[in-house]
């Protein structure tokens, strides 16, 4: 045996092991795993959008039809209490009140929770971020068709990001504790600093199961930054399984993406990046 495979042995080994001490794991994103991306539509009855959707996410953001918008959508954030949580396939921070809301269409979705994938789920023409923050809205009227809209926002590595270090003594205190939480008192969701002068919009589902549809996608184009620490911390945090927690790309099939570009009046168009 080589000490490749020999390495690769014993990893598996400890892998099984670990399997079989930590089975409550719903799902995972080991790629070949029983539980993995592909088997995940698989695993229970109400997740087979997973397997069987057409308009699942994440995608690759490339051939966007631009359409040009004379406001900016309305995102009216406030602060209010929060609570962290390792899921452990992610660390999310969620809001116990009202934190806010976004108008699309005139439609209000409110802030529930925000949440971290590393590395980025969405690609922009094939490339791939050290992270992704999720900020997952919800209509508060039943009756309507699309009630969730989440909006996505795009880090590569530089320096620290500043909401997320906030965090960062919470985090530690969380390492490898599934469904443990800790009080965070106010935070306030602007602090994310998640304004973009354009952003690509397309309609999706969630990454993680059910893999619902419906869900109306904002991608910023603005990509933040976030230091090499920040993102150990998170992958330290989640378990083994969700170190890289980023569902493979789903096929696009024949969906409208948009590139929403804000035009001030005096005509001038304004490019983030
Ligand atoms: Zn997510």
């Known amino acids: ?49 997973c397997k069987n959707g057409t308009m699942q996410s994440p995608i690759d953001l490339s051939n966007a039809r631009v359409k040009i918008i004379s406001q900016p959508e309305i995102r009216n954030y406030k602060p209010s209490n929060a609570t962290l949580k390792n899921r452990g396939y992610d660390i999310s921070v969620s809001w116990n009140d009202y934190a806010g809301s976004i108008f699309i269409n005139d439609m209000e979705y409110r802030l529930q929770q925000v949440h971290w994938h590393t590395p980025s789920e969405h690609t922009i023409n094939g490339k ?20 969730i809209a989440v909006i996505g926002v795009l880090y590569q590595i ?3 990001d ?5 965090f960062k003594k919470s985090i530690s205190s969380l390492i490898g504790k599934k469904g443990e939480e800790r009080e965070l008192g106010i935070i ?9 002068q354009s952003y690509y919009r ?15 996608w904002t991608v910023n184009t603005k990509v933040k930054s976030v230091s090499r620490d920040q993102i150990k911390l998170l992958k330290k945090a989640v378990l083994y399984y ?13 969906r409208d993406i948009y590139l929403y570009y804000l035009r001030y009046i005096n005509e001038l168009l304004i490019i983030d990046q």
């Not at 719903?26 to 698989?42: A, L, Q, R, T, V």
């Not at 993680?208 to 869900?215: H, I, K």
């Open 1 to 49: 045996m080589t000490s490749q495979s020999k390495c690769a042995y014993i990893l598996a080994s400890i892998l099984a092991l670990l399997f079989l001490f930590e089975d409550d794991r719903e799902f995972d994103y080991i790629k070949g795993s029983p539980k993995g991306p592909e088997k995940w539509g698989e695993l229970k009855p109400e997740w087979a959008a």
């Open 128 to 147: 791939r971020y050290d992270m992704e923050l999720h900020m997952v809205h919800q209509s508060p009227d039943l009756t309507v068709q699309n009630r």
């Open 158 to 160: 530089g320096r620290r």
């Open 162 to 166: 500043e909401f997320l270090s906030k």
């Open 188 to 196: 306030d969701p602007n602090d994310i600093q998640a304004e973009s």
């Open 202 to 216: 397309y309609m999706g589902s969630l990454t993680t199961p059910p893999c619902t549809e419906g869900v109306i």
């Open 242 to 254: 969700a170190k890289e927690n980023a569902r493979p790309l789903q096929p696009r099939n024949d």
